[in-house]
């Protein structure tokens, strides 16, 4: 039996919705909480969106799709706007595979360890994204630390780098 193109691509989507289904879990198990914006016929693109559990970051959360064969996750300022910023990978089959590849660990073993790293993972980024908005903060535009003082340009936009002899 051949299969049509159609055919394939609605696999895929029911596929990359099974899975993004099972990061929502994982995450909440991890403690995290997850809203699930699945529905395709509301939706063109499907995703899940982390919460930041501490909301000490200027983004609310992360939203977590699908992407060619594999999963990703960018920064989104509220669960129904459009993410922003960088696209960083999730790579939870290759987590899967490094685990199963380390010696005496089975599959049940490797699939509870994936499920703690990807938690640790997102986690990890709120941290770290809370850490980089901090120095952010403290420095001005030279990267010198402030001390408090806000920096403001008062002059005119500089035309001397259009003059020519």
Partial sequence: ???TFTSYLDKKQR???KHLGIIQKVLEHNGM????FLDSEMNDEPY???FNPEKNTSFDGLRIYGIGGGY????QKENKTHPYGKAYPLQVEEMFHGLLSDKGVDRKKAGEQVIELVGKEIKKFFNKSEEAEKIDRKTDSNGNLSA???LVKTSGTDYSNLIYK
């Fill in 1 to 3: 039996m051949i299969k």
């Fill in 15 to 17: 596929d990359s919705l």
């Fill in 33 to 36: 909480k997850v809203e699930n």
């Fill in 48 to 50: 899940i969106f982390c």
């Fill in 72 to 75: 990703c996750f960018r920064i």
């Fill in 148 to 150: 408090g003082s806000v």
